[in-house]
């Protein structure tokens, strides 16, 4: 290696190939999913902007696209592709060319907002959600963002059909040429609604219990294992969120987070992503979870393929690697800026802080402008080693 571009250190676990399922692939850093807001046309299909920011990105070992709608019901923030129309299979299509010709894996991230949608994207109708409650949170609308109001509870049929509406988005996602799915079962959506007590207040056979509030998670799986190979499906979800609005943990939260844990042993899936907290759990709950405390617990639960996500650097997710706590790791906010990510890992170079002002903004500004690392945009060569193996 030059002396500009510091110590190459291709040995470091991040770094090294992985067997994910029915996929092959080649390092163990993955793209987490990224709204972006690009796709600013009425068919809310993906452009060659996407495809260029993809393949841009495609040294990661894996990429999840962005949360796209698996329907028209499932839309809640503007200017995020769907999956739900022959426009936008075609569209994705060329997406997924891309990342492929670049030598990538790419998984399509299936999302439903629920009740943290808003009437504005429904014409003045509330959007659906397990039951009549209102989130307490915001929603990003094409006019800004706006205070989430009371949703109108799904019936049995809107149910059925919303899980059919997953599988479609499976089956569809198949078909433009994905290598897989992922489910966002996480955060304050949709099937995270279903799992919280408070925003799940059912009688019928989805609310109650913690096996009736699960129930819409594996009804999901289960259906859309139907259109799309089992070892090709990943579930992003986890017990600790932002603690805001109705998405404060309670003595529950570990509970049901557990039970989910163990009945995805029953999948043998491509991969669990497993949130780390986002807030501080001091003195909540949660508390035992804070920082590695995630992986510490559920690592042992589960024993298919774990992803570790949530403010990772490249020296933590080496160790999380080493000490068996993860088998990947997801990096979000990095991926911004760094496109080229595993290769200013292997080179121990800094990395761009990316701009939040730019991160749902409608062009290739702060999307698509972000350089990989170049000797020339080093400010200061001898400080970007930070491994000491042999040249
Ligand atoms: C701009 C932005 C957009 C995001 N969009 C999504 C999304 O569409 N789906 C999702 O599951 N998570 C989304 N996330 C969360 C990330 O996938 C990731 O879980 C989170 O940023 C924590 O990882 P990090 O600390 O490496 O950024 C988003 C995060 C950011 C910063």
Known sequence: MSRLHGTLDAQQPLLQPYRMGDVQLANRIVMAPLTRSRA?????????????????????????????WISRDAVGWHDVPGLFTDTQVQAWAEVTDAVHDAGGVIFAQLWHTGSTSHPDFFDGTPPPAPSAVNPGLSSPTAAGSKPTVTPRAMTRTDIRTTIGDYAAA????????????????????????????????????????????????????????????????????????????EFVSTADTLATSEYVTERLNDY??????????????????????????????????????L??????????????????????????????ANPDLPARFALGAPLTKSERALHYTPDAHGYTDYPPFTPQSEPQADTVTETASAD
């Open 268 to 305: 043998p899936l491509a991969h669990w992503l497993l949130m780390g907290a986002m807030a501080d759990l001091t003195g909540l709950p949660l508390a035992q979870l804070q920082h590695d405390g995630m992986f510490h617990h559920f690592r042992p639960l589960y024993r298919g393929t």
């Open 40 to 68: 600013t046309n009425p068919d809310l299909a993906p452009t060659s902007l996407h495809a260029r920011y993809y393949a841009q990105r495609a040294a990661a070992g894996l990429i999840i696209s962005e949360g796209t």
């Open 307 to 336: 992803i570790a996500n949530v403010g990772m650097t490249r020296d933590r997710g080496n160790a999380l690697i080493s000490q068996r706590l993860a088998d990947l790791v997801a990096f979000g906010e990095p991926y911004i």
């Open 170 to 245: 499976a089956a569809n996602a198949h078909r433009a040429g994905f290598d897989g799915v992922q489910l966002q079962a996480g955060f304050s959506y949709l099937i995270g609604q279903f799992l919280n007590p408070r925003t799940n207040r059912r009688t019928d056979a989805y609310g109650g219990s913690i096996q009736n509030r699960t129930r819409f998670l594996f009804d999901v799986l289960d259906a859309v294992a139907e259109h799309v190979d089992i070892g090709r499906v990943g579930v992003k979800t986890g017990p600790a969120w932002a603690e805001r609005g």
